[in-house]
Structure formats: C-alpha cells, structure tokens
Nanobody, 125 residues
Framework: QVQLVESGGGLVQAGGSLRLSCAAS????????MGWFRQAPGKEREFVAVISWSGDRTYYADSVKGRFTISRDNAKNTVYLQMNSLKPEDTAVYYC??????????????????WGQGTQVTVSS
C-alpha cells in the first residue's frame, strides 16, 4: 500500500494557473503509474491525466488537453499536475492515485488502489 498526500489547491481566477503536488510514501513509487482524477459536486469522479511508471508516457482527458501537464519526479516520490488557463468548469476536488499493479497504466479509477485525501481547486469567473 502507498500513502498519498496532495497539496497546492486553492482559489484562482479564470485564466490563472495552479500546480498540484502529490507526495507518495510506503512502496516503490517509481514502479507504478500515477493518475489525477477530479470530482465536482453532484458529479462522478472523472479521469484527468495519467503518467506511466517511467514518466515517458502521458495521457489526458480531452477537457484538459493542452492546458494541464502531468509530470513526476521519482527521486522525490512526487507527481505533479500543472494546470494553466483554468476555467470555472475545472472547479473540483482533485485526487492523485497510484495504479494497483506495477508497470501498467490505465485511465479507469477502478485500476487505482491508493488515493490521496484530495485538494480543492476553485476557479472563479
């Protein structure tokens, strides 16, 4: 099992930027794909971005493509989500998650077994 702690959320105006961080501990971080998901009030949790265990492959939801960038620093056991050109519809609680199996990747939340507590991102218009 891995423990995940997100940080970096907050209130920002539309068009602004935020950088989320997720610090991991408890198992070999570098062997597992990491994902970011979000959940807005009254909506289901949705996929945002995923990065492979090695960091050489990334995949994004269409709604954030070109605006968000996921990255990881395996030496620091940390994954990041750089969010630019934020829109009010990006408002949600953002969660990082670790894939259940090493060396595999997915966009489905059901394949991620460890989750952080979430960090609130609010974008005002």
């Amino acid at each position: 099992q891995v423990q995940l702690v997100e940080s970096g959320g907050g209130l920002v105006q539309a068009g602004g930027s935020l950088r989320l961080s997720c610090a991991a501990s408890g198992r070999t971080f570098s062997n597992y794909a990491m994902g970011w998901f979000r959940q807005a009030p009254g909506k289901e949790r949705e996929f945002v971005a995923v990065i492979s265990w090695s960091g050489d492959r990334t995949y994004y939801a269409d709604s954030v493509k070109g605006r968000f960038t996921i990255s990881r620093d395996n030496a620091k056991n940390t994954v990041y989500l750089q969010m630019n050109s934020l829109k009010p519809e990006d408002t949600a609680v953002y969660y990082c998650a670790a894939h259940i199996y090493p060396f595999l990747s997915s966009t489905s939340p059901f394949n991620f077994g460890s989750w952080g507590q979430g960090t609130q991102v609010t974008v005002s218009s």
